[in-house]
């Protein structure tokens, strides 16, 4: 990616941050990021484009960040745990990308389609998936379908994180009895 399609990206993301999408102009960002509006469109074909490109980067910039910090654990179920608290602390936090996810205000919404999110989603199915399978080949988790269960662990952690569907906001103490009640059913007994 270019220099200036990395600042355009930047710039737009600070505004959408700060104003959200509707309240944003192209103008504004163009002006932000010190280009003439024909640059912008020739790197982008209208805002929401602009939108989902930002939207994208961000997604694969926060994974790469959560995988980061657990890749020198090689345990499936710690590796689990870790991804869970990581995230769960990261959405706290009222990062972009949880303003993005959460979109209470339909700030956001309108710009980002079903196809996108379910792309991010997906991706954060496969991560689940591959972490329960390295966790049954090392007969830590028990057998059973990794891409079933990584959805159920999804929708579940989902539903006290950003979507918001189950009004629980405890403390991390909280947040790690439920991991571990989902650990739980995962572990394999001897």
Same mark, same amino acid.
């Given at each position: 990616?270019?220099?200036?399609?990395?600042?355009?990206?930047?710039?737009?993301?600070?505004?959408? =941050?700060?104003?959200?999408? !509707? %309240? @944003?102009?192209?103008?504004?960002?163009?002006? =932000?990021?010190?280009?003439? !509006? %024909? @640059?912008?469109?020739?790197?982008?074909?209208?805002?929401?484009?602009?939108?989902?490109?930002?939207?994208?980067?961000e997604a694969l910039n926060n994974r790469r960040w959560i995988m980061e910090r657990v890749a020198h654990l090689e345990d499936p179920l710690e590796k689990i745990r870790q991804v869970l608290?990581?995230?769960?602390?990261?959405?706290?936090?009222?990062?972009?990308?949880?303003k993005v996810l959460q979109d209470e205000d339909g700030l956001y919404a309108p710009f980002l389609k079903d196809k996108y999110r379910l792309q991010?989603?997906?991706?954060?199915?496969?991560?689940?998936?591959?972490?329960?399978?390295?966790?049954?080949r090392s007969r830590q988790i028990r057998d059973l379908d990794p891409y079933i269960v990584a959805y159920f662990i999804f929708k579940l952690f989902q539903s006290v994180t950003y979507a918001r569907t189950a009004s629980i906001r405890g403390d991390q103490k909280d947040m790690d009895e439920f991991i571990d009640f989902i650990l739980e059913g995962i572990v394999r007994k001897p």
């Open positions: 990616m270019t220099d200036r399609k990395e600042l355009i990206l930047d710039v737009a993301r600070a505004r959408f =941050d700060r104003f959200g999408v !509707k %309240k @944003t102009t192209m103008d504004e960002i163009a002006r =932000d990021a010190g280009v003439s !509006k %024909k @640059t912008l469109y020739e790197q982008f074909r209208n805002k929401e484009d602009l939108f989902v490109s930002v939207f994208i980067k608290r990581i995230t769960v602390g990261y959405h706290w936090q009222e990062t972009f990308m949880a991010v989603e997906e991706d954060i199915l496969g991560i689940f998936a591959d972490m329960l399978e390295a966790g049954i």
